[in-house]
């Protein structure tokens, strides 16, 4: 084994305490993804926008990485430029728990993005529509770096760069529906890749893997993770 590629969901920041992207009536913490989650939301009602994601920032500081983001960071130790960890989730705490080779496909609740003049930066307080975007000096456009329904995802061409060199490949709380992240299985069978789940329920996508571990990540992640570090001698 050479390459590792993993995949988290919501579900492994949701034992962290963070809301998962949908409730079960199809409701996106309480509102509608269209309402919140396009560009068109935007432009129709950046002050709502604005509010939901700053919610969303500030409840970044009341949870910690769990036991399944330990895990990963360990495994990153261990396996160093052999390793790499693709995320749907905007919150930060696989860096908190200590990944550094993270790629966000759906970008960051950290970030923020001009729809002005595109330019990125940090972003640690409330966003509104008043504030002054630092590049091009135009109020009104800066906006939460987050990848939204009908954009592109972030980092498709190192990511399927990597699916084609990873010797292991593993879905992490994911639910097996969003594209283009949900063919990524697939496209690592492809490559001749072996395929893990870890989920508490099966995906929708979990026949395709060759081995699916059902449960908690907090629980199964770690075990799964010294399972393969033994099998590396590590």
């Known amino acids: 084994m050479k390459s590792i590629v993993i995949l988290t969901g919501a579900g492994i920041s949701a034992e962290s305490g963070l809301k998962t992207f949908r409730d079960s009536n199809g409701l996106w913490e309480g509102h509608r993804p269209e309402e919140v989650a396009t560009p068109e939301a935007f432009a129709a009602n950046p002050d709502m926008v604005h509010r939901f994601y700053n919610q969303r920032r500030a409840q970044l500081s009341e949870v910690e990485p769990n036991a399944a983001h330990l895990a990963l960071a360990d495994l990153e130790k261990s396996l160093g430029d052999d ?124 026949d395709i893997f060759d081995e699916s571990i059902l449960g908690p990540a907090t629980e199964k992640v770690p075990i799964y993770v010294e399972r393969v570090l033994t099998a590396l001698g590590k």
Request: overall charge negative; hydrophobic content about 40%.
């Open 83 to 206: 390793f790499l960890l693709v995320t749907q989730n905007v919150d930060n705490l696989h860096e908190r728990a200590g990944n550094t080779r993270v790629l966000h496909m759906h970008g960051e609740l950290g970030k923020m993005r001009c729809a002005l003049c595109s330019v990125t930066s940090p972003c640690t307080t409330d966003l509104a529509t008043t504030d002054v975007c630092e590049s091009c000096d135009r109020p009104g456009g800066l906006r939460p770096d987050i990848v939204w329904f009908g954009e592109m995802p972030y980092h498709l061409d190192r990511i399927y760069e990597a699916l084609e060199a990873a010797d292991l490949f593993i879905a992490i709380g994911t639910s097996g529906v969003v594209y283009p992240a949900a063919q990524f299985v697939s496209h690592a069978r492809q490559h001749r890749a072996r395929t893990v789940e870890i989920n508490l329920e099966a995906a929708a996508n979990s």
